[in-house]
């Protein structure tokens, strides 16, 4: 009885009074993403280190703006992220171009969340951190997200479908490669991919309603998202 109160109130200070999403339910209900908006680039003093704090939807300006934004202040050390992701593609180069300087360190902080083409960004970092309370939420990549082109080019015919699909597939299978790619380069464990972001549902089920998890801070060290060293704060 007295390690299951144990258990209890070990979870209960893990979890805090946050409020877990009824169908995602290893995340948050009310996830901090940040702004939807273009990502800002503002540079800050942290505890006594220069930081760039990351906010806002990844778009196809990002990795130009974030190498300009680090290029011109020398002293940054530290690139916190929040966000709900956005261009996958622009996500991956901006992790790289993050990683092309030695020693740079990318943060989730506390109550901070990223998602989707953010976590990318995120492994661009030599040196990663998640914060106990951070969030490092991710799904499956899929290319079939807008429903509403779907059933506009299913009208139009079999034809255009098949067209269509044949293009998601090629897309997607692309992506894929370059995800696997990315995290062999980054040095995260391939199993992030197909144990757990692939595994995830592209769209909602009945059966299964969750298409997102939330990784915890074992599975962020499992799977070397984060580093087993932790960087002194």
Not at 40 to 48: F, V
Not at 151 to 175: N, R
Request: charged letters at 25%.
């Amino acid at each position: 009885m007295a390690r299951t109160l144990a258990a209890l109130a070990a979870l209960a200070l893990l979890t805090g009074a946050t409020k877990m999403d009824a169908d995602n339910p290893t995340c948050p209900a009310t996830p901090d993403f940040g702004p939807t908006t273009a990502m800002t680039l503002t540079p800050a003093d942290k505890g006594g280190k220069r930081v760039l704090l990351a906010e806002g939807t990844i778009d196809a300006t990002l990795p130009a703006r974030l190498k300009a934004a680090i290029e011109a202040d020398e002293r940054i050390e530290e690139v916190w992220l929040r966000s709900r992701g956005g261009n996958a593609r622009a996500g991956n180069e901006a992790g790289k171009i993050i990683r092309s300087y030695r020693g740079m360190l990318t943060r989730v902080p506390a109550g901070w969340a990223c998602f989707s083409a953010c976590n990318f960004v995120f492994m661009g970092g030599d040196r990663r951190v998640v914060d106990d309370g951070g969030v490092f939420m991710v799904h499956m990549f899929t290319h079939t997200q807008d429903r509403a082109m779907i059933d506009e080019v299913v009208i139009e015919g079999s034809k255009a479908t098949t067209e269509l699909i044949a293009s998601i597939e090629q897309s997607s299978a692309m992506l894929a490669s370059e995800d696997n790619d990315f995290l062999i380069r980054m040095g995260i464990s391939r199993k992030l991919l197909t144990d757990v972001m692939y595994r995830q549902q592209a769209v909602k089920s009945e059966d299964n309603p969750s298409t997102r998890y939330c990784l915890t801070q074992a599975e962020v060290r499992t799977y070397n998202v984060m580093p087993v060293e932790k960087p002194a704060s």
